[in-house]
């Protein structure tokens, strides 16, 4: 598996703000979006385009176009929806899956309450969208839900990450042979005794919608 921790200081700046607790929710739904977009930027470096020619008022000129099949993107609800349309903005033809997970605060295992996805997924990249990969449960149970459709070409963008997260997603594919990237604005420093990645933003659903 691959990870970028993408090193800018305007995703550091925004990134800050948004772990602070004093960051009330219109400003951290702002930042979530905006940083997907700084983010979604590093992980679409591979995204398939194909060669076209356009007539410029001056002369034909030789660029690209995204290839078909368009990419899926899929947030992993709730928290993952607020990073929905940063992703949307920079690919207007993504087509959008969805998954509702929730970590069981108790045995933190994902649980599945919603798939909505394209039932053939060979050939398309994916791209994943939630905010936080604490112990990895969440993202690989996603990621395996993609590759069982067919999948073989994953990116998950998330805000932040655990070491413990990557270890699991490593530990999970490894020898499955499918290119998977982590694509995340900071690798934070552990988990605490709850799950909770420290020092973290807290919960993020919780952060993006409130306490439910
Ligand atoms: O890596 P893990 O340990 O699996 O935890 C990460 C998951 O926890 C959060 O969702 P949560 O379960 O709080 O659901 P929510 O988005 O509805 O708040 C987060 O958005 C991830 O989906
Ligand atoms: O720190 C964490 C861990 C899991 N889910 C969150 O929202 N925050
Ligand atoms: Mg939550």
Redesign the pocket.
């Known amino acids: 598996m691959e990870t970028l921790v993408v090193d800018h200081p305007l995703v550091a700046h925004k990134l800050t703000t948004l772990r602070d607790v004093r960051t009330d929710s219109p400003t951290f739904r702002r930042l979530a979006d905006e940083l997907v977009t700084l983010l979604a930027y590093e992980a679409t470096r591979d995204v398939r385009v194909a060669d076209v020619s356009v007539r410029t008022p001056v002369a034909e000129a030789h660029g690209v176009r995204m290839a078909r099949p368009y990419p899926l993107v899929v947030p ?6 607020g990073m929905l349309d940063g992703m949307t903005r920079l690919l207007p033809t993504a087509e959008v899956g969805f998954l ?6 108790s045995t ?3 649980e599945t309450y919603a798939t909505r996805l394209p039932d053939d997924l060979s050939g398309r990249q994916c791209y994943v969208v ?13 990621v395996q839900f993609l590759f069982d459709r067919g999948a073989d070409d994953v990116t998950a963008i998330c805000l932040l990450a ?1 070491p413990e ?1 990557l270890a ?1 997603m490593d530990e999970f594919f490894a020898g499955s042979g499918k290119p998977i990237r982590v694509v995340t604005a900071a690798l934070d420093e552990r ?1 605490n005794e709850n ?1 909770y990645i420290v020092p973290g933003l807290g ?4 952060r ?2 409130g306490v ?1």
């Open positions: 992993i609800l709730r928290a993952g929806l509702g997970m929730i970590r069981n605060e933190l295992q994902a939630d905010p936080m990969l604490a112990t990895g449960g969440t993202l690989a149970a996603a655990a997260g699991h988990l799950g919960d993020a659903g919780d993006l919608y439910v």
